[in-house]
């Protein structure tokens, strides 16, 4: 993946080609930033670039060498063919692969780092001049993992390179912020969310409202547009006016019970998606029905206030029913 593929992170590329082309590639560095706005494809265009064997010093995404460092492999685990670019992240390797006997099911585990980053770091790249070593979402490291690569992270062997990948990286170890680089990844802004969601053949006629709750993230904005999710979001958005509309509460109740509480990103989603329309028609209403216009923007508040709860972990159902309970007595100031 050639660093011009990359959208929307102009500064970004522009440090990292700067570095490649100078010769001062720094030995770890650290990508914050939102989840799919290209972290990613940049530690694979570095890793290209630092193994190309066809004599391009930006990597000319050709050669066998590049071709290997952004293929991975078809079975478990699903890992880059070329043995010089080792992707690290939790439950990515089967647990015989790592010694352990049960799958990492919260973090990356010691084991995974004593297995897959420290041996291989001691010694010499396999077939190029370097090593890369890209962790996704590394603020999954447990402290044992990250205490455990700290010193190589400090001092790593010549040509030994480190890309941490994160959208949390205030749950970094701050000994591992301090020992890596920082290079920060912004949300995409609309028209480049807008070129990849026509690219991918999103209908125009989705593509708004998945824009609109995806916060600048690519990959967001193709999961919100699929038709599934599409359908289910409007579903609940319906649900939940309905529910406003009745002569009780007795929808409410009965959309609470029927949720999956469980999975609190979707049903913040979804709030986010409500809210959304609200806003929308509070902006069209305002000249023409003044009065719906204040009451739109007062339930808009009100589901945001939700979502807030939500993420301080209340629940769900209740979460609900107190929401459609507030919008049901939301009265013009």
Same mark, same amino acid.
């Given at each position: 993946?050639?660093?011009?593929?990359?959208?929307?992170?102009?500064?970004?590329?522009?440090?990292?080609?700067?570095?490649?082309?100078?010769?001062?590639?720094?030995?770890? *560095?650290? +990508?914050?930033?939102?989840?799919?706005?290209?972290?990613?494809? #940049?530690? +694979? @265009?570095?890793?290209?670039?630092?193994?190309?064997?066809?004599?391009?010093?930006?990597?000319?995404? =050709?050669?066998?060498?590049?071709?290997? @460092?952004?293929?991975?492999?078809?079975?478990?685990?699903?890992?880059?063919?070329?043995?010089?670019?080792?992707?690290?992240?939790?439950?990515? *390797?089967?647990?015989?692969?790592?010694?352990?006997?049960?799958?990492?099911?919260?973090?990356?585990?010691?084991?995974?780092?004593?297995?897959?980053?420290?041996?291989?770091?001691? *010694?010499?790249?396999?077939?190029?001049?370097?090593?890369?070593?890209?962790?996704?979402?590394?603020?999954?490291?447990?402290?044992?993992?990250?205490? @455990?690569?700290?010193?190589?992270?400090?001092?790593?062997?010549?040509?030994?390179?480190?890309?941490?990948?994160?959208?949390?990286?205030?749950?970094?170890?701050?000994?591992?912020?301090?020992?890596?680089?920082?290079? =920060?990844?912004?949300?995409?802004?609309?028209?480049?969310?807008?070129?990849?969601?026509?690219?991918?053949?999103?209908?125009?006629?989705?593509?708004?409202?998945?824009?609109?709750?995806?916060?600048?993230?690519?990959?967001?904005?193709?999961?919100?547009?699929?038709?599934?999710?599409?359908?289910? =979001?409007?579903?609940?958005?319906? #649900?939940?006016?309905?529910?406003?509309?009745?002569?009780?509460?007795?929808?409410?109740? @009965?959309?609470?019970?029927?949720?999956?509480?469980?999975?609190?990103?979707?049903?913040?989603?979804?709030?986010?998606?409500?809210?959304?329309?609200?806003?929308?028609?509070?902006?069209?209403?305002?000249?023409?029905?003044?009065?719906?216009?204040?009451?739109? #923007?007062?339930?808009?508040?009100?589901?945001?206030?939700?979502?807030? *709860?939500?993420?301080?972990?209340?629940?769900?159902?209740?979460?609900?029913?107190?929401?459609?309970?507030?919008?049901?007595?939301?009265?013009?100031?």
């Amino acid at each position: 993946m050639p660093f011009s593929h990359i959208l929307g992170q102009d500064e970004a590329i522009r440090t990292l080609t700067r570095a490649i082309q100078g010769g001062r590639v720094h030995h770890a *560095y650290r +990508f914050e930033g939102p989840e799919g706005v290209g972290k990613e494809m #940049a530690a +694979f @265009a570095l890793a290209q670039a630092l193994v190309c064997t066809g004599g391009e010093t930006l990597g000319c995404g =050709r050669c066998d060498a590049c071709r290997r @460092a952004v293929t991975l492999a078809k079975d478990r685990p699903e890992v880059p063919l070329h043995p010089d670019v080792i992707l690290i992240e939790r439950g990515l *390797y089967p647990p015989g692969t790592i010694g352990r006997n049960t799958e990492e099911s919260s973090q990356v585990s010691v084991e995974q780092i004593r297995r897959l980053v420290l041996p291989h770091a001691s *010694y010499p790249p396999h077939e190029g001049r370097a090593r890369v070593f890209i962790f996704r979402r590394a603020e999954e490291l447990g402290t044992a993992a990250a205490n @455990a690569l700290l010193k190589t992270l400090e001092e790593p062997r010549q040509g030994t390179h480190f890309v941490l990948m994160s959208s949390r990286s205030d749950r970094l170890l701050d000994t591992i912020r301090s020992r890596t680089l920082k290079i =920060r990844f912004g949300p995409l802004p609309d028209p480049i969310m807008r070129k990849i969601l026509t690219d991918q053949n999103v209908p125009a006629e989705k593509q708004d409202i998945a824009i609109e709750l995806a916060a600048g993230s690519a990959a967001a904005a193709l999961e919100l547009a699929d038709a599934e999710r599409t359908a289910a =979001r409007d579903e609940f958005v319906a #649900a939940m006016l309905a529910a406003v509309k009745a002569p009780d509460m007795g929808p409410a109740v @009965a959309l609470a019970e029927a949720r999956d509480t469980k999975d609190k990103d979707r049903l913040k989603e979804d709030l986010r998606a409500l809210g959304a329309m609200l806003a929308r028609s509070a902006r069209t209403r305002i000249e023409a029905d003044p009065r719906a216009a204040a009451i739109d #923007a007062q339930r808009y508040t009100a589901v945001l206030r939700a979502i807030g *709860y939500i993420e301080r972990n209340a629940s769900a159902s209740l979460s609900i029913v107190s929401l459609v309970s507030e919008m049901r007595e939301a009265i013009p100031g």
